[in-house]
């Protein structure tokens, strides 16, 4: 898997429960996790969570090993040797499998993914709501002209086009004349307008960042040196203006850490197993 791209397509829910002391032993509980996603076998490994699953026939997947998985305990699919279905599982996490604890389960409800892009434009809608300023220059051309132009200054921050506004009017979705550029740009925003409107005469959005587009770009490598084997996948928001890194268990010690040397808000630690409620 491209971890810089790997988006975490999960058919896997999961949550974590924290350690708990026994009264009556007066000793720390094993921590344990639930998950919910495909179970599948084959290809060479054993048992294993899937973290993404590819659309082959037989399915294909890589992710969790599990221990304690007796496919005859369950009903399940099979062909050419590939054994698979969808279950809840509980269980032990010990850094590099998940040992069940109890009989596999239906599946829970998939959860929504932590940190989906939003493309909302974050400039207030003109009056009149989004339209060319000049149609002339609501082109094609002059919109890649622009985003061509925004990319070449040392303080650009990103660059994405907002169709939000758009609803039910898919017809239109590829006219340039009903997009809204979105710019983003570190420092001084002065200036930085009146300089795309000399190409572009379309719907414009311009707003600061704290960080550019390449200092986003180094931070998010550093994080994949830094995390190793503990990271699962890491993105960078254009929007949001941060890279996510998606961890086996995301603690608060690692949390202070990546604060400590990437600065505040620059990146967003999501935890594959996350706190059961």
């Not at 898997?1 to 896997?12: C, E, Q």
């Not at 973290?51 to 399915?59: D, F, H, K, N, W």
């Not at 590939?82 to 040992?99: F, M, Q, S």
């Not at 000399?198 to 719907?203: N, Q, T």
Request: charged residues 20%.
């Amino acid at each position: 898997m491209n971890r810089r791209t790997a988006a975490f397509g999960l058919l896997t829910t999961l949550a974590l429960a924290g350690c708990g002391v026994s009264e009556a032993a007066g000793t720390v509980s094993p921590t344990r996790y639930e998950a919910s996603g495909t179970v599948l076998e084959g290809g060479g490994h054993g048992p294993q969570l899937c973290m993404m699953v590819m659309e082959s026939s037989p399915p294909q997947c890589g992710g969790l090993d599990l221990a304690g998985w007796d496919w005859n305990k369950v009903g399940h699919k099979s062909q050419s040797g590939v054994k698979w279905g969808e279950y809840r599982v509980v269980g032990t996490w010990d850094g590099a499998r998940l040992t069940l604890t109890e009989p596999p389960g239906a599946p829970a409800k998939a959860a929504a993914l932590a940190h989906e892009e939003d493309l909302t434009s974050p400039c207030p809608a003109p009056e009149g709501g989004w339209r060319p300023v000049d149609p002339a220059k609501a082109t094609q051309r002059a919109l890649d002209e622009a985003m061509a132009r925004a990319g070449t200054a040392q303080e650009f921050a990103g660059a994405w086009l907002d169709q939000s506004h758009m609803k039910g009017q898919q017809s239109e979705a590829n006219d340039p004349r009903r997009l809204v550029l979105n710019l983003k740009f570190t420092g001084d925003l002065s200036g930085r307008e009146a300089w795309i409107r000399e190409v572009w005469g379309g719907a414009l959005c311009v707003s600061g960042a704290a960080r550019s587009q390449s200092e986003l770009e180094a931070i998010q490598r550093q994080v994949e040196a830094e995390l190793g084997d503990r990271l699962v996948s890491a993105s960078s928001s254009v929007r949001g203006n941060q890279v996510t890194a998606q961890v086996w268990v995301a603690t608060d010690e690692l949390r202070r850490d990546l604060e400590a040397r990437h600065g505040a808000g620059a990146v967003v630690l999501d935890g594959v197993l996350r706190p059961v409620g």
